[in-house]
């Protein structure tokens, strides 16, 4: 039987924390920490997910400046809004909510947000920094999930890390967190040859692919730890990549969906708002 990581309980921790800490940043530095969020168009998933990130600001004393821009937004209005932003130095945090439009460069947006104000820790800066093991602004999800493997008490070193997914908003950037803490780190993708033995060999088994249930009891070695990343909507609701049911009687470990990573991730997100600001007055 498993111990079920509970992302809504590690997260509302985190949360009372740094409330305290956004609390004694206003007194010391006699101002709101503010955080705008972007969102263009009306996607009904991302619509969700800024809104329970405007509520975990306000739920921790950050201020959220909110800017919704129609789907026919074009580039150079989404571009000028960001680099407004860039230069407002009333604004420690700038968070364009993705995905944008098809019709819009992601890259060249994300770009444009300095590294300093990149909550997300989607710029090339900042990815740079956590390869290099630098301690700057980590992506939200895999920070999330390496805080959620610390909690656990066991030692990271040494134990083969299986990550399945390779995007550059999970599975690279916790592939290189878990390198830092000494793991031997194998990445799987939609191109890897006999996937379930790579899978049966993890000690700590990462799944972000966006596939209902793919990774099944007979891929999971007994005792591994299981982060599911995964957000799929079924007809039944919402569910991981992992089938819970099937897999929790062989991990040590286990994150549900929903509970488990994705409020971890926005938790991470205002901790990286508090890092901004506490960094832009002492940098
Ligand atoms: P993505 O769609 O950008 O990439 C998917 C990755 O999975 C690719 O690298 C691909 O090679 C791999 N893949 C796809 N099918 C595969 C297969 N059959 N076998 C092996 N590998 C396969 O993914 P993403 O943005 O990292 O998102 C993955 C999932 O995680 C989605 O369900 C997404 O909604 C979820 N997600 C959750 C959070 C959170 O906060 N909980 C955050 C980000 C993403």
């Known amino acids: 039987m498993s111990i079920l990581l509970d992302g ?54 950050i201020k959220s ?42 890259e060249k947006i994300l770009s444009i947000i300095p590294a300093e104000k990149d909550v997300d820790g989607f710029t090339a800066e900042n990815v740079g920094n956590t390869t290099l093991f630098k301690d700057g602004i980590n992506s939200c999800t895999p920070a999330g999930i390496m805080y959620m493997l ?38 799987c993708h939609s191109k890897t040859a006999d996937l379930k033995a790579f899978a049966k060999q993890a000690d700590i088994l990462v799944v972000a692919i966006g596939k209902a249930k793919f990774v099944t009891a007979d891929m999971v070695k007994d005792g591994a ?29 286990i994150t549900p969906v929903p509970g488990g990573v994705g409020p971890m991730t926005i938790a991470m997100l205002m901790s990286n708002a508090y890092k901004c600001a506490y960094r832009r007055e002492n940098d």
């Open 65 to 106: 400046l909110s800017f919704s821009l129609p789907a026919t937004a074009t580039e150079s209005e989404v571009e000028d809004l960001v680099k407004t932003l860039s230069v407002d130095n009333s604004v420690d945090g700038i968070l364009v909510q993705l995905p944008l439009p098809k019709h819009l460069n992601e």
């Open 150 to 187: 610390k909690s656990t008490g066991v030692s990271l070193s040494g134990k083969h890390a299986v990550i399945i997914g390779r995007s550059n908003i999970v599975g690279k950037p916790v592939a290189l967190m878990l390198l830092r803490e000494n793991c031997t780190v194998t990445i």
């Open 8 to 61: 809504k309980a590690l997260s509302a921790e985190i949360k009372e924390n740094l409330k305290v800490k956004v609390a004694e940043f206003e007194k010391n530095y006699g101002r709101k920490i503010s955080l705008a969020v972007i969102l263009v168009g009306e996607n009904p998933a991302s619509c969700v997910y800024v809104k329970n990130k405007i509520k975990a600001a306000e739920f921790v004393g």
């Open 225 to 253: 730890i299981v982060i599911d990343v995964g957000i799929n909507r079924t007809e039944n609701g919402l569910c991981g990549d992992v089938d819970f049911e099937g897999v929790k009687d062989k991990a040590s470990f």
